[in-house]
């Protein structure tokens, strides 16, 4: 199937240029919308470009967007000042897709993966009723008792997150080496120089810590459908914290998956035939919920966005043109930038 690729900036409220980017099926309207929310240290160009071919071959408008100081986006690089800044980021750039009018009777679905799964279920939160489901993959929603730091040594680097927020200090493993199992995807990950691949800093350690504490207290409160996918290999997640988010949540909808010897990166890190069992898994749970809503009046759709969408497009280039409203590019426009085949 033919499937279109758009990329373009946006600028958000704090006047940080974002990067976007978009897949969309090329003969037809999509069926739903899924939004990506990616992980911690990546970024959606290219990391989750298999993710968006996929989804729009298989009928679906995907949209993604990178965070501030992650992949093509402003900002010092994988710092994260506060958490909720981030969620908010996506919140406002999310809605503005839903509210264009062509898409304002689809159903509308996040996909977070890693750090992106904590995003999703904030996301959720911030606006229950919004969201038609979520996938979530080897979602960061509890911190694992094997590597919850002792408190003594999070009141120590609490009391100097001010001093010091964007310093390199925090000592991890080689995420890269235990999430990917293919030999040459590992590598081709490693290459890529829009994925951070240093030590985390000191402030984006306590917002994770802090986040995944908050996203633990709050499990009961997920009502939207989900489906968790985890590799029950993963080092990286524990896949038990994602059978807690499945047995505390309110959800009647609620599904999960645990698939043998596959390890943290399901979608990019495993072979080719384990990563087109994943999708397969995805799309068929998608396919499923996925339907027309019902228009209120004027046109808008129920749980429409609750303030109007604050981002301003901004040339790539950094010309000296005048900032407009932002609209995602149709199927046709200069926004295009290319067409693939799948």
Same mark, same amino acid.
């Given at each position: 199937?033919?499937?279109?690729?758009?990329?373009?900036?946006?600028?958000?409220?704090?006047?940080?240029?974002?990067?976007?980017?978009?897949?969309?099926?090329?003969?037809?309207?999509?069926?739903?919308?899924?939004?990506?929310?990616?992980?911690?240290?990546?970024?959606?160009?290219?990391?989750?470009?298999?993710?968006?071919?996929?989804?729009?071959?298989?009928?679906?408008?995907?949209?993604?967007?990178?965070?501030?100081?992650?992949?093509?986006?402003?900002?010092?690089?994988?710092?994260?000042?506060?958490?909720?800044?981030?969620?908010?980021?996506?919140?406002?750039?999310?809605?503005?897709?839903?509210?264009?009018?062509?898409?304002?009777?689809?159903?509308?679905?996040?996909?977070?993966?890693?750090?992106?799964?904590?995003?999703?279920?904030?996301?959720?939160?911030? @606006?229950?009723?919004?969201?038609?489901? /979520?996938?979530? #993959? %080897?979602?960061?929603? $509890?911190? &694992?008792?094997?590597? !919850? =730091?002792?408190?003594?040594?999070?009141?120590?680097?609490?009391?100097?997150?001010?001093?010091?927020?964007?310093?390199?200090?925090?000592?991890?493993?080689?995420?890269?080496?235990?999430?990917?199992?293919?030999?040459?995807?590992?590598?081709?990950?490693?290459?890529?120089?829009?994925?951070?691949?240093?030590?985390?800093?000191?402030?984006?350690?306590?917002?994770?810590?802090?986040?995944?504490?908050?996203?633990?207290?709050?499990?009961?409160?997920?009502?939207?459908?989900?489906?968790?996918?985890?590799?029950?290999?993963?080092?990286?997640?524990?896949?038990?914290?994602?059978?807690?988010?499945?047995?505390?949540?309110?959800?009647?909808?609620?599904?999960?998956?645990?698939?043998?010897?596959?390890?943290?990166?399901?979608?990019?890190?495993?072979?080719? @035939?384990?990563?087109?069992?994943?999708? /397969?898994?995805? #799309? %068929?749970?998608?396919? $499923?919920? &996925?339907?027309?809503? !019902? =228009?209120?009046?004027?046109?808008?759709?129920?749980?429409?966005?609750?303030?109007?969408?604050?981002?301003?497009?901004?040339?790539?280039?950094?010309?000296?043109?005048?900032?407009?409203?932002?609209?995602?590019?149709?199927?046709?426009?200069?926004?295009?930038?290319?067409?693939?085949?799948?």
């Amino acid at each position: 199937m033919d499937v279109q690729y758009h990329e373009e900036y946006v600028r958000n409220p704090r006047g940080v240029q974002l990067f976007t980017c978009g897949w969309l099926p090329a003969s037809s309207s999509p069926k739903a919308l899924v939004f990506l929310c990616h992980g911690y240290g990546m970024e959606c160009s290219v990391f989750m470009r298999a993710c968006g071919f996929k989804l729009a071959a298989a009928g679906y408008g995907v949209f993604g967007i990178d965070y501030e100081g992650y992949g093509k986006s402003m900002g010092a690089r994988c710092y994260i000042q506060k958490f909720d800044r981030l969620v908010a980021d996506c919140d406002r750039f999310f809605k503005s897709i839903c509210d264009l009018e062509e898409y304002r009777s689809k159903s509308r679905f996040l996909y977070g993966e890693s750090m992106g799964g904590a995003v999703a279920l904030l996301l959720h939160r911030k @606006d229950p009723a919004f969201w038609d489901g /979520a996938v979530l #993959v %080897a979602p960061m929603c $509890k911190i &694992s008792e094997k590597v !919850k =730091p002792h408190p003594v040594v999070v009141t120590l680097l609490t009391q100097v997150e001010e001093l010091i927020p964007t310093w390199k200090i925090v000592p991890t493993k080689d995420v890269i080496d235990s999430a990917f199992k293919d030999p040459v995807k590992r590598e081709n990950i490693r290459r890529n120089k829009l994925i951070y691949q240093d030590k985390p800093r000191l402030k984006t350690a306590l917002e994770l810590l802090r986040t995944s504490m908050d996203v633990e207290d709050s499990l009961s409160e997920v009502t939207m459908p989900f489906f968790i996918l985890h590799g029950e290999a993963d080092t990286v997640t524990d896949p038990e914290v994602s059978r807690a988010l499945y047995d505390r949540a309110a959800s009647t909808d609620k599904t999960i998956k645990l698939y043998p010897g596959m390890w943290h990166g399901l979608t990019a890190g495993e072979p080719d @035939d384990n990563v087109e069992l994943v999708f /397969a898994d995805i #799309v %068929a749970w998608l396919n $499923k919920r &996925s339907h027309h809503r !019902k =228009p209120e009046h004027g046109g808008r759709v129920t749980s429409a966005p609750s303030e109007p969408a604050r981002y301003q497009r901004r040339p790539v280039s950094g010309g000296s043109g005048m900032d407009s409203p932002v609209s995602m590019p149709r199927r046709r426009g200069r926004f295009l930038c290319g067409q693939c085949r799948m």
